[in-house]
């Protein structure tokens, strides 16, 4: 059975541009997450999806940050325009329904601003 | 505030050696303790604990939950190189939303 899947894998832009991620869950997971990763510490949710419901985006900063997930399965968190602080891993995450415990995470996407 | 606390930061042992890492939380609706492996990828589920004093094993590496106390523990025996990364732990609260709480990671290096 395939994994999580996100692309790209790493990613370098200048400060301003633009930058979206793609993730396509495992087959059947209803909840989809993102999350950013910074060195030395834990995940930090970005948004969570039931099926195409946004459920969660509390700490998604809206003003530069954009997420979808039309028909509820492959999901793209978009960023405009990238800053500095935007240098990080998007992991992105999926499980059967939230508060079924284990998450399985693709590989990541590495961003760089420059 | 809900929050997930690890210690240590980062630990360096020798191979063979049995570490135990440590995995402290306030949380309010407590569901569930999660552990997971990071290596350079994506992390990795190892456990979900959910009642205090049961053990949970695979292989080298078990873990446990003291609800009273609030934390958890996950011991690794005869370490090996390969055990090398940051573990995490996670906490589920589920009250009207559900929340998935992280831990900062202790990082674990194994020197042969």
């Known amino acids: 059975e395939a994994g999580v899947v996100q692309s790209p894998r790493y990613k370098i832009i200048e400060k301003k541009q633009p930058v979206a991620f793609w993730c396509n869950p495992i087959s059947g997971h209803n909840t989809l997450y993102w999350y950013r990763q910074n060195l030395g510490q834990g995940p930090e949710l970005l948004i969570r999806y039931e099926n195409e419901e946004a459920v969660d985006d509390s700490q998604l900063p809206k003003d530069r940050f954009s997420a979808e997930r039309l028909k509820g399965v492959d999901s793209t968190l978009k960023i405009q325009p990238a800053e500095l602080g935007d240098s990080a891993v998007y992991l992105c995450?999926?499980?059967?329904?939230?508060?079924?415990?284990?998450?399985?995470f693709g590989e990541g996407s590495r961003l760089t601003v420059l | 505030e809900d929050k997930v606390v690890q210690s240590p930061l980062s630990l360096v042992v020798h191979e063979g050696d049995t570490v135990t890492l440590n995995c402290s939380y306030e949380v309010t609706n407590f569901r569930s303790l999660l552990w997971y492996k990071q290596e350079k990828k994506a992390p990795t589920f190892l456990f979900m604990l959910t009642s205090s004093g049961i053990e949970k094993k695979s292989g080298r590496l078990s873990s446990i939950l003291d609800k009273k106390e609030l934390f958890s523990i996950l011991n690794i025996t005869a370490t090996q190189t390969g055990d090398s990364a940051i573990y995490l732990c996670a906490v589920e609260a589920w009250d009207s939303n559900y929340q998935l709480i992280w831990g900062a990671g202790t990082k674990l290096i194994i020197k042969p």
């Open positions: 995450a999926s499980s059967l329904e939230s508060g079924h415990g284990e998450l399985f």
